[in-house]
């Protein structure tokens, strides 16, 4: 059974930093991609941040671009989602989410019809 479990979500005030992760279980953690997204309060669920399991290739939005580094470590299946200067337009849950058999790159990522998996969601709240 695959699982996507989230962690490091919090409060932080505007300026801040918070580094997320996401330990993945159950499949084979050797290709494909993982990724972040997140879920403002009434807003829908935007794609934030993509890597490339096989060679680390990343992508990421124009709102986080910059500000936002995602990385892994494959030999434990962990990924990670580095956020610094956070603003109070970056409060929101965070998703990991994984694509064993992905057939895209770039900007389709930041779709969610492209993912296959995901975890429950952590809360980042950021005060200004």
């Known amino acids: 059974q695959v699982a996507l479990v989230e962690s490091g979500g919090g409060s932080v005030q505007a300026g801040g930093s918070l580094r997320l992760s996401c330990a993945a279980s159950?499949?084979?953690?050797?290709?494909?991609?993982m990724g972040w997204f997140r879920q403002a309060p009434g807003k829908e669920r935007e794609g934030v941040a993509v890597?490339?399991?096989?060679?680390?290739?990343?992508y990421y939005s124009d709102s986080v671009k910059g500000r936002f580094t995602i990385s892994q470590d494959n030999g434990v299946n962990m990924v990670y989602l580095q956020m610094n200067s956070l603003n109070a337009e970056d409060t929101a849950i965070y998703y990991c989410?994984?694509?064993?058999?992905?057939?895209?790159?770039?900007?389709?990522?930041?779709?969610?019809?492209?993912?296959?998996?995901w975890g429950q969601g952590t809360q980042v709240t950021v005060s200004s």
């Open positions: 989410t994984a694509a064993p058999n992905p057939k895209n790159w770039g900007s389709r990522m930041l779709y969610e019809s492209e993912w296959t998996y």
């Open positions: 890597i490339s399991i096989l060679n680390d290739n990343t």
């Open positions: 159950g499949y084979t953690y050797s290709s494909g991609y």
